[in-house]
């Protein structure tokens, strides 16, 4: 009985008509082969492929083409447009062009009828998302995550289509590349990318940059993490968004880290409520810091990449979304297929984590482990190779950074030396797509758990 109700379903659901309004289709080509007003109110929003009527399509195509090159739209010049294109006759003649501008009795309504065109275009949209997710559910040959990842990427790529194109044209992108020039020439200390709060750093990064992939990487007790929270008050406090994906630790554990380093108060005073009349009046004022940052932590463990990027996807879509940083590349793992051993596993992560990156616009700073081999060799610095598990880390990262204390080798068995009271930091940039590399040096300040920049001396 079942099976009988979803095949009759089923033949409903084929034999009913598209959503489409061929009358707002008509208007909205007349009234912009009529007024000039109309067109520059319809070309940024409406698409080709948003007309029902493939007529329309190549009408509208025509008009594209003819705006982009600065020829004014009208019936004749549409004409001529169509006859250099072969799809006059297809459109329906210079008849049917009369008959779309007498049709548009009101040009300034063009607004209008192109929201219904797209209205109706994204009811299409929906319902072919939606039997393909019907499709791969009754398949099964997906994981049901996968399947959700991939429907709500078409449903929010949808609800996002009026101001996307799938492709830009090359003198647009040439015209955006020399406004950017502009812009930083007139600023005679510019910084394009998202800065990190360390001078230095950013003067060989230009801070970080949307769609990169950042790999921080450096054995156990180095400090990534402390330099990661760095980095992340720093972006925030500058105004950016940022969220915390922590499989290590655990939010409370992260704040008390936030806090001791904004307020200079020691982490061991912090933990142990051992707090002075005027640490409390230091913590007050790290908590109305806060106040004004856009800081997010997540500390799911094990979290998937899709599970990561379904978030952000909200949350960029709900609050923006500059900066994510992960703790710690090691602690994820793949439930996708050809994942048959870690080396792949960890590929397969850093590949997926840099499609984010791109497809969400965002920088990503992802943390990693580094192999033993730096302690073997007398002087301790890490090479790319030490990158742990995978050679696709390296492969995947647009920066690659390590830290290096050199203290931390050189006194195992101090604590004072370990901790890195009042010591500095090698910062070594060891690959970086867009720029140069090099080494800059930080101070650490093992009591806050943070990172501050080096005094210039004369």
């Not at 105004?239 to 001791?260: A, D, T, Y």
């Not at 997540?298 to 952000?312: A, F, H, R």
Request: charged share 30%; glycine share 6%.
């Amino acid at each position: 009985m079942d099976n009988r109700m979803d095949n009759m379903e089923n033949r409903e659901i084929e034999s009913l008509e598209q959503p489409h309004d061929l009358e707002a289709e008509r208007f909205v080509l007349g009234a912009m082969m009529l007024d000039q007003d109309a067109i520059m109110d319809v070309i940024d929003k409406l698409r080709p492929d948003d007309f029902y009527s493939r007529e329309h399509e190549e009408i509208y195509k025509a008009f594209i083409d003819m705006y982009r090159r600065g020829i004014r739209i009208d019936q004749m010049t549409t004409r001529a447009q169509l006859e250099k294109n072969h799809t006059l006759e297809l459109v329906g003649g210079s008849t049917y062009l009369a008959q779309l501008c007498s049709d548009a009795i009101v040009p300034g309504n063009a607004t209008y009828y192109a929201d219904v065109v797209i209205s109706k275009s994204r009811m299409r949209l929906l319902i072919y998302e939606a039997e393909r997710m019907r499709k791969s559910a009754y398949d099964g040959r997906e994981d049901a995550e996968v399947i959700l990842d991939r429907a709500e990427q078409g449903i929010f790529n949808i609800a996002n289509r009026t101001q996307r194109r799938s492709y830009t044209d090359l003198r647009d992108v040439l015209q955006m590349n020399i406004q950017h020039i502009q812009e930083l020439q007139a600023n005679p200390n510019p910084l394009p990318g998202m800065t990190s709060g360390f001078r230095d750093l950013d003067r060989i990064l230009t801070g970080f940059h949307k769609t990169d992939l950042v790999v921080l990487a450096a054995r156990p007790g180095m400090g990534k993490t402390a330099f990661a929270l760095n980095v992340a008050m720093n972006a925030a406090t500058a105004g950016n968004s940022v969220m915390i994906f922590s499989m290590e630790m655990s939010k409370e554990q992260l704040g008390e880290r936030m806090l001791s380093m904004r307020s200079n108060v020691e982490m061991e005073h912090i933990k142990t409520g051992d707090i002075q009349d005027d640490e409390w009046m230091s913590i007050s004022n790290a908590q109305d810091a806060f106040d004004e940052m856009n800081i997010q932590i997540d500390e799911t463990p094990d979290i998937s990449v899709l599970e990561m990027k379904n978030k952000c996807r909200r949350l960029k879509a709900e609050r923006g979304l500059d900066l994510v940083i992960i703790d710690y590349l090691q602690l994820m793992s793949y439930s996708g297929k050809g994942a048959d051993t870690r080396n792949n596993e960890i590929s397969a992560l850093t590949r997926s984590i840099k499609i984010m990156a791109k497809e969400l616009d965002i920088c990503v700073i992802l943390l990693s482990q580094l192999s033993r081999n730096t302690e073997n060799r007398a002087e301790s610095r890490p090479h790319l190779s030490d990158l742990r598990d995978s050679g696709a880390i390296e492969q995947d990262a647009d920066i690659v950074i390590f830290l290096r204390r050199e203290e931390y080798y050189e006194s195992p068995d101090d604590p004072a030396a370990a901790s890195g009271m009042g010591s500095t930091c090698e910062v070594t940039i060891a690959k970086h797509r867009s720029g140069p590399t090099g080494i800059v040096r930080l101070a650490w300040i093992g009591r806050y758990t943070k990172f501050g920049n080096l005094e210039y001396t004369n």
